[in-house]
């Protein structure tokens, strides 16, 4: 298992989870819960939390359809994921979200929380199961989770 803090990124229309790992990469937590910006404020954000925590990669949640195919969300995550590289300066790896705010409103539910008081934090919980899945995988198989974006796709004009 590689070392070193990632965040976990869940990417949506309008809010953006933000959850962390620990330095040795075991346990991811939430962070907090970034408004959708067309100013870059929120890439902005992001890239103030990186810088914060000192995190060595990031995960941003790749939503596929439940057959794999890509979406237009798949499109909107993997351009954000690419922004992030960018203006972060660090890897990016998209991994496969399917299902996380299914699992992650679950969650939330079996610990007493209703829709209605949970949705400023459904999006930390999609971005907390995000990243421990990534961390999980990679401590399974002893190879980082998921494709590296793009930091170039994310420069072309």
Same mark, same amino acid.
């Given at each position: 298992?590689?070392?070193?803090?990632?965040?976990?990124?869940?990417? *949506?229309?309008? #809010?953006? *989870?933000?959850?962390?790992?620990?330095?040795?990469?075991?346990?991811?937590?939430?962070?907090?819960?970034? $408004?959708?910006?067309?100013?870059?404020?929120?890439?902005?954000?992001? #890239?103030?939390?990186?810088?914060?925590?000192?995190?060595?990669?990031?995960?941003? *949640?790749?939503?596929?359809?439940?057959?794999?195919?890509?979406?237009?969300?798949?499109?909107?995550?993997?351009?954000?994921?690419?922004?992030?590289?960018?203006?972060?300066?660090?890897?990016?790896?998209?991994?496969?979200?399917?299902?996380?705010?299914?699992?992650?409103?679950? *969650?939330?539910?079996?610990?007493? #929380?209703?829709?209605?008081?949970?949705?400023?934090?459904?999006?930390?919980?999609?971005?907390?199961?995000?990243? $421990?899945?990534?961390?999980?995988?990679?401590?399974?198989?002893?190879?980082?989770?998921?494709?590296?974006?793009?930091?170039?796709?994310?420069?072309?004009?």
């Amino acid at each position: 298992m590689r070392a070193g803090v990632r965040v976990g990124v869940d990417v *949506g229309r309008a #809010r953006i *989870g933000v959850s962390r790992s620990d330095p040795d990469g075991m346990l991811a937590l939430p962070v907090e819960t970034v $408004q959708r910006s067309d100013d870059d404020s929120d890439i902005a954000r992001i #890239r103030e939390l990186v810088t914060e925590f000192g995190a060595v990669e990031a995960i941003v *949640g790749l939503p596929l359809s439940l057959s794999g195919a890509y979406t237009a969300s798949t499109d909107d995550a993997t351009a954000f994921a690419d922004r992030i590289a960018v203006a972060c300066g660090i890897p990016v790896r998209l991994v496969d979200e399917r299902l996380s705010t299914v699992s992650a409103q679950s *969650g939330l539910r079996a610990a007493g #929380r209703t829709t209605r008081n949970s949705r400023s934090v459904v999006d930390q919980a999609a971005a907390t199961v995000i990243l $421990q899945h990534a961390l999980d995988v990679e401590r399974s198989s002893g190879r980082p989770p998921g494709t590296l974006a793009d930091p170039n796709r994310g420069s072309q004009s």
